[in-house]
Every structure is written in C-alpha cells, then in structure tokens.
C-alpha cells in the first residue's frame, strides 16, 4: 500500500511539472559530474586565473611598443633671458626594429654663444626622423623577445589549465565509479539480507510442523545478523563515496553536493568493439597531452631568448635619419629645411656579457630538450600502462562474469536440495555468501573497467574534450 502512494506521489509531481520527470529520479551521469567540475570547481578556477595573468603580462609586453610622449619647458633668466618649449613623440615599430620620431621645439629670446642651437624662428622648428638597426637589434630586440614570449606564456598558461582540466577529470570520474560502485555493492548487501529474512518465517513454519531442526533456523537468525552488519558497512561506503564525490559534484554557487541514492545509474557493460591500438593512442597522446604541448612552448620561448642573447653579441650599428624645419621671423641662416642622416657604431672589445648570456641561454634550451624528451618518455609509458590495465580489467571482468554466472546456478541447485531435505542451512547460506561474493567482485570489476577507459582517455588527452571550455 506504501509503494502504491508513493507511486502515485510521483505520478502527481510529474504532471505538477508538466511531464518532465523529477531531478531526482534521472540517474547522476558522469557527464554532469564533469560539467560541475568545469563550471564550479575552485582550484580549476585557480588555473584560470593563472592564464588571466599570462594575458596581463602578454598586455604589458605590448606597451614596449606604445607611442611616447615627451615635453619639456624651460626659462632662464639671468644675462641671457630666454624661453624654451619642446616636445616629441616616438613610435617604436616591431618591423626591422625602426623607431620612428616628430616633435617641435621653440625657443625665443637671447642665447649664448654655447646655447645657439636652441633658438628657433618665431614659429618653432619641426622635426621627423627614424632610426634603423642594421645588426644588432634588426631581427629581434628586447622589445620584440619579450612580446613574443608574453604571447608564448598565455598559451603555456592555457595549456598548464589543460592539465588541470585533465587531472580533476580524471579524479572526478574515478571518485564517480567509486561512488556507483558502492551504490551497486549494496544493492548485493540489501539482497542477501532480504534472502535471508523471507527464509526465516518459512523456517519458523517448518520447526513448528517438526519439518526442521531448530538448528536450521538459529544458523539463519546468526546469517540475518552477519548480512546486517554487512549492510551497514556497505551503507557507510556509499555515503563516504558520496562524500568524496562531493568535492567534484557541485551546485551552481560551487557549494559541494552530495548525490543522492536515488540518482545511483547501472554500472554499463563493457563496449562492444576492438581495444584500442597502442601505437595510435601513443601517437595521440604526444601530439595532445597538455604537458607536452607546455614544454615545446617554453622551447619556443627559450629559443626567443637564445635568439636575443646570440642578438647581444652582435655590434651595434644603426642608420639614423632626420628632417627638420624652421620657420617664422629670426635670423635668416635658421629658415628653411635641412636634412641629417648618419651612422652610430659600438662594439665592446670583449664581449663577455653578452657570450656569457649566450652560453646560459644554449644550456636552458639544451635543458628543456631533455626535459621533453623525458616528458615523451613518460607519456608512452603511460598509455601502454592504461591499455595494459585496461586489458586486465576486460579480462579480470569475464572471469567474474563467468563465475558468478556458474555460482548462481550452484545456489539454486542447492536451495533445491534444501528443499527436498538433502542439503542443511548452513551450506545454503555458504552458496548465497559465494554467490553475493562474485556479485560484489563482478561490481568492482565492472567499475574498474570504467576507471581503465577513463585512464586511456586521460593519457591520450582526450578526457579534456569530453567538456567544451566556456
């Protein structure tokens, strides 16, 4: 009568809600743990903020190449009174390292002899010019190789949140099968007492009638005891699990939930297909994994810095340029245009600086080379170790299967002969403890099949596809 109501309650609340069935009753997917972890996650929130920081840095890279601004004034009074202003804006430009000038200066009054350079017409002087690298600095300055690695940086950041993405993944789902396993394990808990307890009336009956030995029925009593406490163990694993779960599963404001019973799913049978192959999935795995993909990065960014430091041993030579014009009343020797343009040479005689910078640079990329080559090795070893592992477990899980198929039959040839008086409660009781045995090891090994799969996506990478980014 209590399940009939209970049915009709949920009949009701599914037409309260126009047909659609209630939240609880959908089974708890594994995709929904891993959207949770996506979207609320904490510590996934901690590696975002690490790619944010990537892209200010990558923003304060840039503004080596902003326009500059500069003006000055200037009044001196004394022997020689005068009045000066001057301004200029500089415009570095990434292409062959030119920088590009303009500006305007005046000055009026009376100089010295020694300051003559600083008088202008009665409309000021305007000036443009430029200034081109022709060794050092041509392919790649410090303005140039800071850019380039800032950019490089975000995308390590990004990668370095692929990890972290791939890690709470792999844990979350590996905390989701434990979970459903615990809710299957005490499904055979609950049946096996439930066994046990419907046995004993008809025992009563049968010791009544003088049928059966009191014995038969004190053995059952002392099972229904065993497969209690049996029972609440299995409770307490459901709800630790549940717990565990919890830090992965979370509503939308990021509190932790835990997953209610009623939302256990079966435990799915192993795909239909061939495994998969290993040299494919290894292939995969270097191209995708995360950890790789960060290393050749920062390869990328210590090439940039061994470029810059190879650049610094170079002599500077730079072609400059500059066109002016003076205009307004004043000395008739200041009007009109004038054009300069030159050459700056340096070179430090040794350059122990710069070589040394050089060899430092070589030795980081030399490091980061057998840094990834050690990453790669790693990687293989992990995706051979995941299939390895998922064979054992295919393998592990037709046994069980086989067995528990072959226990149950023996259970039932053996409540048959307890039936007709050939068999005792006691080797009843062993045969239902064996079989709930195989149930409970079929149970696991159905969970680690799914845990195997999920470290075969994780070693490939492929586990941070199965969630789009937001």
Known sequence: MIGRLARMA???????LGGAPA??????GADEVLVSVEQSLPLLERARRDVDLARGEAVEARGAFD????????????????????????????????????????????????????ATLSDGKWTAGAELPLLRDRAIDTRRAGRQVADLGVEVATRGLDKARLTFFKDALAAYWNWVAAGRQLAVARDLLRLAEARDQ???????????????????????????????TAERLLQLSAIDLSLYYRAADGSPVRAPADRLPSLPPPPAGSEPDESEE????????????????????????LRLAENSVLPTLNLFSEVSSDSGTGAP?????????????????QRRKATGKSLQAQAKLSGLDQDLRWAEDQVRADVQDAISALRAARAVLD?????????????GLERDRFQLGDSTQFLVNLRELTTADAALREVKALADYQKALVSVESATGQLVDRVPQP
Do not use: H, M, W
């Not at 046994?399 to 259970?411: F, N, P, Q």
């Open 10 to 16: 949920q009949i009701g609340l599914c037409l309260t």
């Open 67 to 118: 326009l500059k601004v500069k003006a000055e004034g200037l009044a001196v009074r004394g022997f020689y009174d005068n009045d000066r202003v001057k301004s200029v804006l500089e415009q570095p430009l990434a292409p062959l390292g030119l920088n590009v000038f303009g500006g305007y200066r005046a000055g009026r009054g009376v100089f010295g002899p020694y300051d003559g350079k600083a």
């Open 282 to 305: 290894i292939q995969s795995a270097l191209a995708r994994r995360p950890e790789l993909q960060a290393l050749r990065l920062k390869r990328e960014q210590q090439q940039a810095e």
């Open 333 to 349: 020797n200041r009007a009109g245009s004038s054009f300069e343009a030159g050459v700056v040479f340096e070179l430090p005689v």
């Open 23 to 28: 939240l609880a009753q959908t089974p708890l």
């Open 399 to 411: 046994v069980v299967t086989e067995e528990l198929r072959v226990a149950r039959e023996l259970e």
């Open 202 to 232: 008809q025992l009563a009956d049968a010791v009544a009638l003088g049928q059966t030995a009191p014995v038969e029925r004190i053995d059952n009593q002392r099972a229904i005891l065993q497969r209690r406490s049996a029972l609440a």
